[in-house]
């Protein structure tokens, strides 16, 4: 059976259409991966013979401005987890965003996390590289690397919630493809079994430092040094540009801890409020 993605953004339009007492809207139902044309009755929004949404329904979803709901065998259901903490997708205007206890794990603002994943890429990946992605999330900086070229990318997460987030949304269907391998566990822990010089460049988007401070640690810095091949590059998220473009003792210790790992070349990005880095 198919599923349905829908928001308040989707409703509204449905809502809209019928009280227009149009017979169609034309929405998206992949979370803005392509649009299709639904008919409407007087009072609800049919998607298939066993999905229809009433207008109290739509009035609902509405409402709820920063949740997604999976329509499918005549349910609707939030596309969130909330069996240790709260993990949710939150619509935008391209890709959903990963929300975690109410932080946003994205850079959003003024663009959508898609296209931000793939900026972090694009300063560490090229054509025919292999990839670390560490704390892959969504896995749409896998995915942009390997839309780059990459040989092949292991995009490692240690949360089995965000792997089932991530198994539902339209966004992440590319993991799926050859050459992306998926591995759900710790990055400090799983750095550690992988060969010397094994990989071209490595994407590290960690949680904040308080929720995962070894991430941001000499000893790993050092891990992702022995893994990458000579010259190789990486791309490392510390978040908030503000404190980047200023400095600070939080991203200035990262740079410090990045020199006495072994990088080179260490440059600030503070539109993708992050650092890269060259062995």
């Known amino acids: 059976m198919p599923n349905y993605y829908l928001h308040s953004l989707n409703a509204q339009q449905a809502l809209d259409a019928i009280d227009k007492g149009r017979s169609s809207v034309k929405i998206s139902v992949d979370l803005n991966l392509s649009q299709r044309k639904f008919p409407l009755s007087e009072q609800s929004l049919i998607l298939d013979e066993d999905n229809r949404l009433s207008i109290s329904e739509l009035k609902k979803m509405v409402k ?3 949740r997604i709901y999976l329509c499918g065998d005549g349910e609707i259901m939030p596309l969130e987890d909330r069996t240790a903490g709260y993990y949710k997708l939150v619509p935008t205007s391209g ?8 932080v946003k794990m994205h850079i959003s603002k003024g663009t959508d996390p898609f296209v931000s994943a793939s900026a972090m890429a694009e300063q560490a990946v090229s054509q025919g590289d292999n990839v670390l992605d560490c704390c892959s999330g969504l896995g749409y900086a896998a995915i942009a690397a390997h839309r780059l070229g990459a040989r092949e990318v292991l995009s490692i997460e240690l949360s089995p919630q965000v792997m089932g987030l991530r198994a539902q949304n339209p966004w992440s269907n590319d993991l799926t493809k050859e050459g992306i391998v998926q591995r759900q566990g710790n990055s400090f822990e799983l750095i550690k079994t992988m060969s010397t010089a094994t990989f071209d460049s490595v994407i590290h988007d ?6 995962a401070g070894e991430l941001y640690s000499e000893v790993f810095y050092r891990e992702i040094h022995r893994v990458l091949r000579r010259d190789g590059r990486l791309f490392h998220y510390t978040g908030n540009p503000h404190v ?3 400095g600070s003792s939080f991203v200035d210790g990262v740079i410090r801890r990045l020199k006495a790992a072994g ?10 409020m992050g650092v890269r ?3």
Request: no cysteine; glycine share 4%.
């Open 64 to 66: 709820k401005t920063q």
């Open 95 to 102: 890709a959903p965003l990963l929300e975690i206890s109410g």
């Open 206 to 211: 960690p949680p904040r430092f308080s929720l």
């Open 244 to 246: 980047i473009k200023k």
């Open 263 to 272: 990088f080179r070349r260490i440059e600030k990005v503070p539109h993708l």
């Open 277 to 279: 880095a060259q062995k």
